[in-house]
């Protein structure tokens, strides 16, 4: 494989459009991976891709699993579009499928590299009393014969330990990653994002030694990155950023962060909801269709009140346009690096982390599902001091 190219442009640059022109472009013999976060968008590639026939995985397949639909859409020499979920239990015989295969692969938007793996403490205990796994290197390896466990409660861990996305850290957290052998199975690889820098597929690539190089695109041609080239400025200027008295929530460094929002107190989160009907209403005057909002989930029914709680959307929500009449926005949230797993994940094996970039990013994917896409000015309700700041460090090239 050649280096990952990064294709690094602010949202809305084109970047959807340069990659299905490229396909269109490209002679038939060369084949595709395309994958992206929604179904949405790989629809939109199947039904906008005139040149050739892209199929999806499906679970019609003999076994009912869609990693056996995909390997058998590989066999036959398929184009293929799927979502980002496709490769979580990729296994020894998908990556050798690949390797003999000679795809390019095209990645919209960053994978979830690594995540908190869903295994309790005492599944973890069982499974080492009984000898069905052993750590080594930090990495969970599943070695019970097939004689003692062919199938059973225990079948996504054997998936993901037997194609080694599975670590044990810190003895504590049981961490997934993507496998990295995948990207090295494709003759080529295409990765695109924006603030590439700031993402955790950046520091993944950096532990595994997969090596890129970064490019833009500037009137629907790529072209050598430049740091300098989104005219953040005149991007920041169609934000008409809240500095009112309802920010008086977010002072501090870690106001609205996870762990802030998760121990405050009804009548607290009460007086938070007040803040953000009254923007939405008095301030911003807006209706129900005009609202986006994002809060942590699990405070979510103590935010949500009349005229914008259909509004709400992930916060980690990328890559889709289906949003983009929306103008006026409320991000109730501080976003930092989860401290049980991601940062000292990167941290313990030398990679360096800067959460702010990565805050900003993610901020900034969120703020684009709405109609800023399209050059249109939006409304922005922001009460943690700490992301303020930020947008306003990225607007000005300081971050």
């Known amino acids: 494989m050649e280096k990952v190219q990064v294709i690094d442009a602010v949202m809305g640059a084109g970047k959807t459009t340069w990659a299905l022109n490229k396909i269109e472009n490209t002679p038939l013999d060369e084949k595709f991976i395309y994958i992206a976060p929604f179904l949405s968008e790989v629809e939109r590639v199947i039904k906008t891709v005139k040149s050739r026939k892209f199929v999806q995985p499906t679970k019609a397949a003999e076994g009912g699993r869609k990693l056996t639909s995909l390997k058998k859409q590989i066999e036959n020499g398929e184009n293929i579009a799927a979502t980002h979920a496709l490769f979580e239990m990729a296994d020894d015989e998908l990556i050798e499928l690949l390797e003999s295969s000679n795809y390019t692969l095209i990645l919209d938007e960053v994978m979830d590299v690594i995540e908190k793996a869903s295994v ?24 019970a014969p097939a004689v003692e466990y062919e199938y059973g409660r225990f079948d996504d861990i054997k998936l993901l330990a037997k194609a080694g996305n599975l670590f044990y850290h810190r003895d504590r957290f049981l961490i997934w990653a993507f496998p990295p052998r995948i990207f090295r199975t494709f003759d080529n690889v295409y990765v695109m994002t924006y603030l590439f820098d700031a993402q955790i597929q950046r520091y993944y690539f950096d532990l595994y030694n997969i090596e890129y190089q970064l490019n833009s695109i500037k009137d629907g041609e790529l072209v050598e990155y430049d740091r300098f080239g989104d005219n953040r400025k005149e991007l920041f200027a169609l934000i008409d950023l809240y500095e009112g008295d309802h920010n008086r929530h977010g002072e501090g460094r870690t106001a609205f962060s996870t762990r802030w929002l998760d121990r405050k107190e009804a009548e607290e989160l009460q007086e938070i909801q007040k803040s953000i009907t009254s923007y939405v209403r008095r301030v ?19 935010l949500q009140g009349k005229g914008y709680t259909k509004g709400f959307i992930p916060m980690n929500m990328r890559a889709t346009n289906d949003y983009a009449d929306r103008s006026v926005l409320i991000y109730a949230y501080n976003r930092f690096m989860n401290p049980a797993f991601e940062k000292p994940f990167f941290q313990d094996n030398g990679v360096t982390v800067n959460e702010d970039l990565l805050a900003v990013s993610e901020l900034l994917q969120w703020i684009w599902r709405s109609r800023i896409r ?26």
């Open 374 to 399: 399209n050059g249109e000015p939006i409304k922005l309700y922001l009460p943690s001091s700490r992301m303020r700041s930020l947008l306003k460090a990225w607007a000005n090239y300081e971050i």
């Open 120 to 143: 309790s403490p005492s599944d973890m205990r069982l499974l080492l009393e009984k000898g069905y796994i052993k750590i080594r290197d930090n990495r969970v390896e599943w070695i």
């Open 284 to 302: 911003a005057n807006a209706k129900t269709k005009d609202v986006l909002w994002t809060t942590l989930q699990s405070v979510k029914p103590f």
